[in-house]
């Protein structure tokens, strides 16, 4: 931005060329949100979730460390940044990725939320109705079908509702309907008053989006902790949970999450300004398990071979019938799966990501407690999900954490020093999944960790952070945080686990890491990681990092999608019939790739990773 | 019967030729219930609803008394008989009215229900699916799907079900369904045990019929006193509580209503020995305001002009909304209406009449608090409702009471003594509805009565029963019971404004009394009452006895034939599409008819109508 003198400057949202007042010094995010414009900032401002990002056209200034964590050097040489880590500095112009939900699609590749168009299945209309009298004994019911035109199912809550609704406005009313029912009825004009959310119930966070029906503009987002968390950290806990206590079990299950839900819906309908009540769709992707116990349906069968689940298909039902808080008859949807686990929110990510309409031969890679994998080789595609165990999540780590203030979240070297970003800025108290990648990936490249997963003391002066010795030995990376020999095993387990899988996936495809155009992160937690980190403890295949592509949470926007245009539906049926899915605990080859994926690349092939990077970059 | 010595005889029964056991002297209605056979007695073997007939083909009994009552002389003839009113005194052969629901058709009318044919548009079918495997990890919904054939709407109760009925019973499963939606799972096969309501929602009465679904048999049948008559007598009344009381009035008139309903539910249930849960569908008339009420819908604007209801036309939904016995979500519907007085029991009536399918000119009755009248003439119907006041009920009669223990019931004269036939037989302790039609047309017909309705004493013996003078005036119909003068005037009233209702029918359709071929009384009460007395009163307008046809409970024989065909449902639709509605509020020439009506018919009027009667018979 360029500097200015004094107290007040002017920021121009592009393409429309809106000029908002902003004061110097202001952070950046918090001027864009005080003008009412919808920047998604899940972490609220903290720097760590990466979605607040803005592209400056002018005035763009030094990128921070924090941009390099979310965005790669084409993005940042494009103008991209994330708004909560600057400060207005002077006068500048730029574009809001919050306006269209897009990512930089200009780079590599193509993926986009188009802006204008909007049908999301639930509309509002105004009527005024002449009222009953000598001549016109219609019945309420009647008269309102023959005014709307159309005979749609009248629920019974909106039958009680009628007559008061027309004799307390003098019979001028809004009907809230989708394209076979009327959802709502409301007292004079309230065409304009109808909004939507896309949820993406993670094993770990909730994620909310609020949507104008109306206009189509994203409105608020919103994330927070499942709340299902209290009871276990991974799918599997919990549905032995909900085994051990039956039907109550379930039962508390699906009361935690429907909490949580309800207090993000609330959350960022409070920020809008609008009542809970004016929500007329959901849209929802996550895990099978997750929607099965959002819907208190018995997920127990998922967890034991052959793992199936009761619903795999997308499933509609009232708001009313799980006791939400949106209205009574809003139209809920949860999105179909491929299987037991491959769920609803690695389809809506195929769906963000356009997968299978391209030539090109992708991977679309999801990292958690489950890896789930997505190869697209010219319209045929591939599925697989690969257990990787609870590493990333920190649960098996001996000062593993979530990604809360106090945990190291990036690990770097520079001039033989080592650098810890810590969450919230102050002491570090953890390590989170991606400070675990990014530390161990450093050690691999020093050498302080070798291609079998041992700490071994070398030359680097870093050594000397080193103490005790084999299954006992552990590296300091602060005053109190340290990583131990167990915690690199317990991370060569995941990475081992889900390269193994892309390993299956590409044999079954008949293909090799070569021809293999492009690597997508989706998942708000993949996001988070480095490519360089995951490239270089062989995670995944050797590629250019270039050709790694992150795309935040591509769950939460293909529920996006979903949610704003009904019309999209079909194209995620389309998805899941032409993927084949592929069960790796059947496949004979899995374990012995696994034992092989355990291993560490080795120096000479980081090194050529290092080279082609740059030949290529 | 032809008489027997010795303990034990058969009765055969008739088409299908089987015997039954039976003791002589039992009696014949309490006979063919220990066999199980299904007699309908709402007021259980009391002789007060003349609904238990049966039609003998060989050995029929003397008619007795109260089978003239509801018989009349051609279906004496054709040999039917009320079974509770004879004791078997030999053998005999017998048709079962309750088989097929029909009445005697080859008398005069055409009216039948089709015995053999069913469709409720409920079914259960048994399957046996395969269990998953490593080769079919198909979801089980998608399982069952497949094994259905088709993708029907799963409600989230079903899906919950789902997986432990699937893997508790070996994937074996009856599947209960409509033609588009899942209504409930059972473990293996219950396919024969699904059973369905028909409801007549009566202002007094709660008629229930209970019919096994796949055979279309009747099982059972009850009637019971609705327990809003605690609230109030008539629908005025009713609506006036709820609107004093607000929303919990309403909702307290239909909490009454629907523990009547389970009460007689779970009572039909009981004496078949099903469960409650076994019932799947349920079919319902009643008046507009009755319906409104068990559906909790403000009735307000149906007692005020222009007397608008809010729902006409029939409504779906599923019992679980409303809080029935039967399964969670069956399909329970009510039937649709004319108007906001003309009702869904008048429609099913008149669908069980048949009426508008002949080329006959033809006039439907339903008489009580409003008495609804029907005019069809040549395709072309009419209908009105006319407020007869609460006279026909005992409401504002001195000794007015329901038709209970202790009423007079029929009110007769011969050798110039008067006799009275007392419900339950033993002392009298006030007068019914069809008493006092009863008593005020024997006092007119021996002149007791004038034609403008006042009680005068003539040389007839009777006239010493006649106590006091004027307003004061009173007749001694027993020891404790007497019709006062006040009571005759309100009956006029109420009779008066019948007849207005249909003079002005008859001049809307530009035809006169002697084009009318017949006149069917539908409704348990107007069924009660002596076709001779409506004559006699002037209530119906002058013609031949015989050509008076009393229907019974139309209302829910028509309920019955919704709930054993839903191909039926369009024909109900028609009938009000062909059906012209009046007003009678806002027809000038009412009031100068109803005046006129309030008379009674001349000495000569009477005779004529007695010679009719004896020339055309």
Known sequence: MNKKEGGKVKITILPERREIPVSLGENLLDA?????????????????????????????????????RFLNSQEIEGGWRLSCLHKVDGEAAIYLVSQTGDLDTKAQVDISLKGGEIDPGVNAHFFQLSPPGRNDQRADLLRLQEGLGQELRVPLP??????????????????????DAILDLLPNDHSKDIYGVAIDIGTTTLAGYLFDLGSGKQMAVHADRNPQLTIGGDVISRIQYGQEKGKEGFAKLQSLVLHGLNALIEKMAGEVGIGTSSIYKMTVVGNPTMLHLLL?????????????????????????????????????ETLPAISGYVGADIVAGMLYANLGERETIELLLDIGTNGEIVLAVEGRMFACSTAAGPAFEGASIAQGMSALDGAIHRVTIEDDKISCLVIGGKGARGICGS????????????????????????????SLRIEGEGTEARFLLSDRVYLTQKDIREFQLAKGAIRAGIEVMLERAGITVDDIDRILIGGAFGSSLRPESLLRVGLLPPINVERIISLG?????GAKLV?????????????IEETEYIELSFIKSFSSKFMKCIQFPTDEQILALQQQGKEEG
């Open 553 to 557: 949470n591509s769950a939460g926007q």
């Open 158 to 179: 909106v039958l009680r509702k009628l007559p008061s609704i027309l004799r307390d406005s003098g019979f001028s009313l809004t009907v809230v309907k989708t394209e």
């Open 296 to 332: 208190n349906v018995d997920p127990t069968a998922i967890a034991n071979s052959p793992y199936v689940p009761v619903l795999r298909d997308g499933f509609a039902l009232k708001a009313s019938e799980l006791g939400l808080v949106i209205a009574p008859l809003a139209w809920v």
């Open 563 to 575: 949610l704003r245009d009904r019309k999209i539906a079909p194209r995620l049926q389309q998805l």
């Open 435 to 462: 400070g675990l990648l990014d530390a161990v990936a450093t050690l691999r490249g020093i050498g302080l960790i070798d291609i079998s997963g041992r700490l071994c003391r070398t030359e680097h002066p870093l």
């Open 32 to 68: 864009l949100r005080r003008n009412k414009l919808n920047i998604p900032s899940p972490c609220n401002g903290a720097g760590t979730c990466g979605q607040c990002r803005v592209r400056f056209e002018q005035g763009a200034p030094t990128p921070a460390d924090g941009d390099r």
